[in-house]
């Protein structure tokens, strides 16, 4: 493993460790577990970095040492929101790192202490690093800061329709606008960090992927300024009834039962009634893209709203198709990933009958047959990343990520597609490989459509 993939661990082991602690006592056996999982990995980072290692907390990211944590500062974006309400900036982390000084940090974390004892192998805020040793303002920090914000967004509207209050669409048009604005300036990048996945906020990171998709595509079919604003505010909210949802039907990793599959197939209508009440002249329009999201261009799906394609509204349409994209590329409980271009496979099967064959055609020409964040098996082993949509009749520009002996590249290396023989697509988890981590590593042109 690599520190960033270690650093990526520990944080969700200490994650989890809190949220044990804050349910159970110290002395119960998950807790014991997760202090254990915690601690190990905690262990793991230090000794893997010459026995100390300091984790700093800036703004939106955390870095290991100098080194910006990317993947993690989104992954684990809501435990540094916590950390940093607890007043932490940094964790320096000694090995031989001790068992019951984790169980002390998962304690503050979770608000069940004042304090963490200063003289231990877990210490506070001693980092000897200031914030512009840190921080960059670099367009791929600037791009992952917008879609950090998205997904705050999304984290306290469903806070607010769990406890019942009004949601406030204002903070929402806020963060869109700057997903916009960088979706637009940086297309290959946006398309690259879309790839992001979660397991434990799937809906969020999904919602977020969704929105740069559809606003890429709706970028494409001529939308400008306030329309295209809409459409990401109905993107970015489009599954925000999944709240009503119960989570283990949610993550039901069988086929539903009847009762099951009618709490599912209310989300839509839970969703846009949200959405309106919360709704400024104008984004009554994401409301509609909620409730319509899974009506299918022939009139099949649910709600039953149509039985003719010009009933449903062109948002919904637009984002039905990258939807399903973002959908079929995601591991969910009930389904495995599949790679982008057996994506695109199902979306073009259904052109015409369950996806509007003009957004399924936009949308291919847009990812193009070898979207950003791809990887794909050559002849001898290796595994490569797209790193930009192929023009026609061009080759995909490409970074060697994985060698021939299974080795993860250190830093990806920029190669010839002309030169290799793909021989098929991959899919991440399969090979170990997180695109969207990449972004900051592979330095993505920035080209605008
Ligand atoms: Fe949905």
Redesign the pocket.
């Known amino acids: 493993m690599t520190g960033d993939q270690r650093a990526r661990q520990l944080l969700k082991d200490l994650q989890a460790l809190a949220k044990q602690m804050k349910l159970y006592p110290t002395g119960h056996p998950t807790t014991g577990e997760a202090l254990t999982a915690a601690t190990e990995s905690a262990e793991g980072l230090a000794s893997g970095a010459g026995g100390e290692v300091v984790m700093s907390l800036l703004t939106d990211s955390f870095y290991l040492d100098r080194t910006l944590l990317a993947h993690a500062s989104l992954e684990s974006s809501a435990l540094l929101r916590e950390m940093q309400r607890r007043g932490i900036e940094s964790i320096t982390f000694l090995s031989p790192v001790a068992g019951a000084d984790i169980a002390d940090l998962g304690a503050f974390v979770a608000d069940l202490s004042g304090d963490v004892p200063a003289e231990s192998t877990v210490r506070l805020n001693e980092s000897p690093y200031s914030k512009s040793d840190l921080e960059t303002d670099s367009s791929s920090a600037r791009l992952r800061r917008s879609y950090t914000r998205s997904l705050d967004v999304l984290r306290g509207v469903a806070g607010a329709l769990d406890t019942d209050e009004p949601i406030d669409l204002s903070v929402a048009s806020w963060a869109v606008e700057q997903l916009v604005e960088q979706t637009i300036s940086q297309p290959a990048a946006s398309l690259l960090l879309s790839t992001m996945k979660s397991h434990d906020e799937y809906t969020f990171f999904h919602s977020v992927n969704v929105c740069i998709l559809s606003i890429a595509l709706g970028r494409m079919a001529g939308l400008a300024g306030d329309q295209l604003k809409v459409l990401a505010i109905g993107a970015l909210l489009?599954?925000i009834g999944k709240i009503r949802v119960d989570s283990s039907v949610l993550q039901f990793p069988g086929r539903l039962d009847q009762d099951q599959w009618k709490q599912i197939k209310l989300?839509p209508q839970e969703g846009a009634a949200s959405i309106m009440a919360a709704a400024a002249p104008g984004q009554e329009i994401a409301a509609t893209v909620a409730f319509e999201?899974?009506a299918r261009f022939d009139g099949s799906g649910y709600p039953r709203v149509t039985r003719r394609e010009h009933d449903l509204h062109f948002f919904s349409r637009l984002v039905a198709t990258t939807?399903t994209y973002d959908a079929i590329t995601t591991r969910r409980s009930y389904r495995r990933a599949e790679t982008p271009s057996s994506a695109l496979g199902v979306l073009l099967k259904g052109s015409g009958t369950f996806y509007d064959p003009d957004f399924v055609r936009s949308f291919i020409e847009l990812v193009g047959i070898y979207p950003p964040g791809s990887l794909l098996l050559l002849d001898g082993g290796e595994v490569a990343m797209v790193t930009q949509t192929a023009e026609a009749g061009d080759t995909p520009d490409l970074v060697l990520v994985k060698a021939g002996d299974g080795t993860l590249l250190d830093e990806p290396e920029p190669i010839s597609a002309a030169d290799r023989t793909i021989l098929d697509h991959v899919v991440s988890g399969n090979v170990g490989v997180d695109p969207a981590a990449l972004l900051e590593k592979v330095g993505v042109i920035v080209q605008p459509v």
């Open positions: 489009h599954d989300h999201h899974h939807d």
